[in-house]
Every structure is written in C-alpha cells, then in structure tokens.
C-alpha cells in the first residue's frame, strides 16, 4: 500500500479536492508545510464554493510534476470556446444559476483552463475514465486522485441524491480498494468493496494522475 500523506476536509467540506492536492504537494514536497490559505490560492478556490481542478493541476506541472487527465468533460474545447462551451453544455438556464453564484470563480476558471491545456507536462485524454484506465494509471503515476459518488462509495441510498467527491487510491487489491477519503468525515486509508467503488466511480468517471518527471 502507497504511503501518501492524509489530510482530512476542512469543515465546510468544501475541501475535498483542496485535501487530496494537500495531500499530493506533501508526498511530492515532503520539507515544505502547505498551509490551507496556500492550498485555496494553489487551486484558485471561490469564497464558499468548491473548486475547478484546473488551477491546481496547473500548479503541479509547473513544478516539475507529470499530469494526466482522464476525463469526458472536455478542456479543448472549453478552453478555445469559453464560457459559451459551458452554456451548450449545462444548458442557458443552468449555467445561468451557476454563473450568478460567482462570475468571478467561472472567469477564473476560462483563464486556467487555457493554461491546462497548452502545458507539456499535462496530458488529456478526453474520454470517460475505466476501470481499466484507473488500473494503469495506478501502475504509471504516484499519485492518483479520482471523482466518486460520495453516497455509492458507502453503499448508500443513491436515489435521493448524490454527493460530487474526490479521493486518492492507496491500493488495489482483488476485492477490495484501499482509499483517503476527507470527508467529512474523514476516513484515512480506508477499505472499499470494488462492488461499491465501482458504483462511485462510474458516477464520476475522471482521473487526475500525478508523477515526478524520470
């Protein structure tokens, strides 16, 4: 089992993404303390709101860290589009709710996205993620960080809801998967049926993959 470092989410549990990048720039920067006001400038996080992982990912490849996006929702496009991407896909009225919440959070998020994808050091693969992919990714890069359904994961009721979450994979075994879940609440190198996590992941389907450069 991978020995990576665990930080619990912060209690507006809001911090999932925030918690795994905590977690990854320990692993990878053991000598440096990321404090929480560094992690939400690092992943450019809105004032009450979760975040987009351009920024964060962005932030790894420009120091020395190999990136990997395995994910349906596409950057490219995004990134050459703007905002009118996102409206064709979520919908006028959708985005129209989102975007009024915090305007300055999506302009953000233009603004990083251009960066993700015109990066060497980043790689992305627009797709939905497998099983599979997880599989080599695991095998490939040291760390692996990826999208669940928090509710699945646990084995709970997902017809009333589901809740949007990220957890780093600590170990893949035959019936099982060895995971950090922040929370909340927080559950450090916790075990997973594959029947469950398959569940959750299939909700989500993206995988950020991160590794020192050989």
Not at 40 to 60: E, H, N, R
Not at 106 to 128: G, H, R, S, Y
Not at 130 to 143: C, H, N, P, Q, S
Request: proline share 4%; with cysteine.
């Amino acid at each position: 089992m991978r020995q990576i470092p665990f930080y619990p989410n912060k209690k507006d549990n809001l911090h999932c993404f925030g918690a795994c990048i905590k977690s990854a720039l320990k692993y990878f920067f053991p000598k440096k303390n990321y404090t929480w006001k560094e992690i939400d400038k690092i992943t450019q996080k809105g004032l009450g709101l979760s975040c987009w992982p351009m920024a964060g990912l962005v932030y790894f490849a420009k120091h020395g860290i190999e990136v990997k996006v395995i994910d349906p929702f596409s950057y490219q496009k995004f990134a050459k589009e703007g905002l009118d991407y996102l409206k064709k896909l979520w919908g006028e009225k959708e985005f129209k709710k989102d975007f009024n919440i915090d305007k300055k959070d999506f302009l953000q998020a233009e603004k990083n996205v251009k960066e993700l994808v015109k990066n060497p050091a980043i790689k992305i693969i627009k797709k939905i993620a497998t099983f599979k992919d997880l599989k080599e990714a695991f095998k490939d890069y040291d760390i692996v960080i990826v999208g669940v359904n928090l509710k699945s994961l646990y084995g709970q009721n997902v017809q009333k809801g589901s809740i949007f979450h990220y957890v780093i994979i600590l170990d893949i075994q035959k019936n099982n998967i060895i995971l950090h879940d922040s929370g909340l609440p927080p559950h450090k190198a916790v075990k997973i049926s594959l029947k469950n996590f398959k569940k959750a992941f299939l909700y989500n389907e993206r995988v950020f993959a991160l590794r020192r450069k050989p």
